[in-house]
């Protein structure tokens, strides 16, 4: 296992049957030397930076039916909410006081933010904050929402591509084609976003050879940040009584991205903290560096649940910054509060 490990940290490659032979093998001293190159190599490129993001879940009203997630369409229980502009200026406001220059601005599939509604925010917080960066994460849109959103002033835009096995995709996805999911990511690339897709670890029937079509799509798509968390159910879910994901398969995952990816800005999940208290930390010593602390108004923050017992919940922005900074800190990470573009894009590598 060690010569695989050195021959991926070496070319940021492996063969798709190394990589399953890696996660099928892989036992606790490889995963220790495994996390160690992962580490060594983002501090080649990133030190012991971690850079902070603001996020701003503005909407929880949702089209989809995802089977995992707790703000599903069909989901009677969940308590909708919907942040008017001059809230999520709000929340800008407080996130810029306490050092945030990224916001992403996340919500579910929400028809309500017309394409108008959405150049809008996005203009209205790019000409307050204009040294800020913008990411959005809103699900699946036309080529030319997208462009229009670019256009407007957004830099970045989330999107996970969830598994990139079809058939599980679909499975999850009641009436989603996963065909549509890729070719947004692909847009999203051609036009000029800074982009994030990303999967999740230890879904029901989730196998390590899924995992290997997640790693391969990843190093196709090269995109600029990688999203990874461990499924964990929502109450309200078919998946109700599925077991979650695990710290161990995700941050092999992580160290696994780390090293496909040397460059790849990459966030140590919330999900990732609610599974374990010490989870993000465990994240950042797999290679992660990126948090993203919760912006949101503490009166809805319970409503954005996609998952039980989301942590922070209760904070509100300033407790989350200071605990964060903080955890960083003691894992001995150094804040960085820079808009933190990807290497690309701020002009240190071609
Ligand atoms: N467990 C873990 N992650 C989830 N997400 C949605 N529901 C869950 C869940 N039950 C993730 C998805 C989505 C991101 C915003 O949150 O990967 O892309
Ligand atoms: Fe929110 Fe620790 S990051 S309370």
Redesign the pocket.
């Known amino acids: 296992m060690k010569r695989l490990i050195d021959k991926l940290y070496k070319q940021n490659n492996l063969e798709d049957k190394e990589l399953l032979e890696l996660l099928k093998g892989i036992n606790e001293e490889d995963i220790v030397y495994l996390k160690l190159k992962a580490l060594e190599t983002r501090k080649k490129y990133y030190g012991d930076k971690v850079f902070l993001r603001g996020l701003i879940e503005f909407t929880n009203y949702c089209s989809r039916n ?1 089977s ?4 599903q369409a069909g989901n009677k229980y969940a308590k909708r909410y919907r942040l008017t502009l001059d809230q999520i200026l709000e929340c800008c406001e407080t996130g810029y006081i306490l050092g945030y220059r990224t916001f992403v601005l ?1 919500g579910g599939e929400d028809p309500y933010y017309s394409d108008e509604k959405m150049v809008e925010i996005i203009k209205q917080i790019k000409n307050k904050y204009p040294d800020c960066a913008i990411t959005l ?1 809103l699900g699946e849109k036309s080529y030319e929402s997208y462009k229009k959103y670019y256009e407007a002033g957004a830099d970045r835009y ?3 591509h ?1 598994t990139a096995d079809k058939e599980l995709y679909e499975k999850i996805h009641p009436g989603a084609s996963f065909e549509n999911r890729i070719q947004c990511l692909w847009n999203l690339k051609e036009i000029g976003y800074q982009v994030g897709a ?3 670890v230890g879904l029901p029937n989730q196998t390590y050879e899924h995992y290997v079509k997640d790693l391969r799509f990843l190093k196709e798509l090269e995109p600029h940040m990688v ?1 990874i ?6 109450k309200d ?1 078919i ?1 109700r009584d599925e077991k ?2 695990t710290v161990e398969m995700t941050t092999i995952l992580l160290a696994l991205v780390r090293l496909l990816l040397p460059t790849v800005l990459l966030p140590s ?1 919330t ?1 990732l903290g609610t599974i374990d208290p010490i989870g993000r930390e465990k994240g950042l010593e797999a290679g992660a560096n990126v948090i993203m602390p919760n912006l949101s108004p503490v009166d809805v923050r319970d409503k954005y649940a ?3 017992g989301k942590i922070c919940t209760g904070d509100e922005a300033a407790e989350c910054r200071m605990c964060i900074e903080n955890r960083i800190r003691k894992a001995g990470f150094t804040l960085d509060l820079s808009r933190g573009d990807h290497l690309m894009f701020s002009g240190a590598v071609n």
């Open positions: 995802c995992y997630c707790g703000i996340q994460s989330l999107l996970r969830e990303g999967f999740m999203g968390g461990p499924f964990i159910p929502h879910t998946f979650a994901g999940t999900a996609l998952y039980d």
